[in-house]
T-cell receptor, first 115, second 113 residues
Framework: DAKTTQPPSMDCAEGRAANLPCNHSTISGNEYVYWYRQIHSQGPQYIIH???NNETNEMASLIITEDRKSSTLILPHATLRDTAVYYCIVRSSNAGGTSYGKLTFGQGTILTVHP | NAGVTQTPKFQVLKTGQSMTLQCAQD?????MSWYRQDPGMGLRLIHYSVGAGITDQGEVPNGYNVSRSTTEDFPLRLLSAAPSQTSVYFCASSYDALSREQYFGPGTRLTVT
């Protein structure tokens, strides 16, 4: 799976948009970009994923560059409850191989939303 | 649905003791997995299962055993606990291995002294 690079921490004011970047310059054509978050002491929670088109759901938007080497997770109106560690994960869509289905978690970005 | 449940929430073991961490899901998911998370680190895959009767190793399997006799349950056994196994353990499940969303349990915090 491709390696991802994220800033270790970011701050955001409550009510403003939080834009979390991720670099995945070695991503291959069959690999999806996933975002999970982990609120303190809880299990990770799925947010969104995409292949090459921009995606939006009730939680967030995902913008993937045309060359697919980087992406940005956007929380449009951050709240205090969005304070968490955000993980950008690249995962193959191919069946089989070692550690099938594995999510490779790096150290993520600690997002702090302040009043 | 209760989702993914894990027991116990906390456990303290002495070096050399054995124990089983329980994980259950009521969503009829085929894929289940175990991760460990050390302080300040991301999660690392220990073992996984693509269905009842089928298990395989992840990236850090040493010192752990698993079995999958039913779709619902995926216990993780520590054979002889070591201080290096002090960690938070998360169980996850999904419809299949490539499902977009994996559901994680609340975790078991294990300390080995």
């Amino acid at each position: 799976d491709a390696k991802t690079t994220q800033p270790p921490s970011m701050d955001c004011a409550e009510g403003r948009a939080a834009n979390l970047p991720c670099n995945h310059s070695t991503i291959s054509g069959n690999e999806y970009v996933y975002w999970y978050r982990q609120i303190h002491s809880q299990g990770p929670q799925y947010i969104i994923h995409g292949l090459k088109n921009n995606e939006t759901n009730e939680m967030a938007s995902l913008i993937i560059t045309e060359d697919r080497k980087s992406s940005t997770l956007i929380l449009p109106h951050a709240t205090l409850r969005d304070t968490a560690v955000y993980y950008c994960i690249v995962r193959s869509s191919n069946a089989g191989g070692t550690s099938y289905g594995k999510l490779t978690f790096g150290q993520g970005t600690i997002l702090t939303v302040h009043p | 649905n209760a989702g993914v449940t894990q027991t116990p929430k906390f456990q303290v073991l002495k070096t050399g003791q054995s124990m089983t961490l329980q994980c259950a899901q009521d969503m009829n998911h085929e894929y289940m997995s175990w991760y460990r998370q050390d302080p300040g680190m991301g999660l690392r895959l220990i073992h996984y299962s693509v269905g009842a009767g089928i298990t395989d190793q992840g990236e850090v399997p040493n010192g752990y055993n698993v079995s999958r006799s039913t779709t619902e349950d995926f216990p993780l056994r520590l054979l002889s606990a070591a201080p290096s196994q002090t960690s938070v353990y998360f169980c996850a499940s999904s419809y299949d291995a490539l499902s977009r969303e994996q559901y994680f349990g609340p975790g078991t915090r294990l300390t080995v002294t």
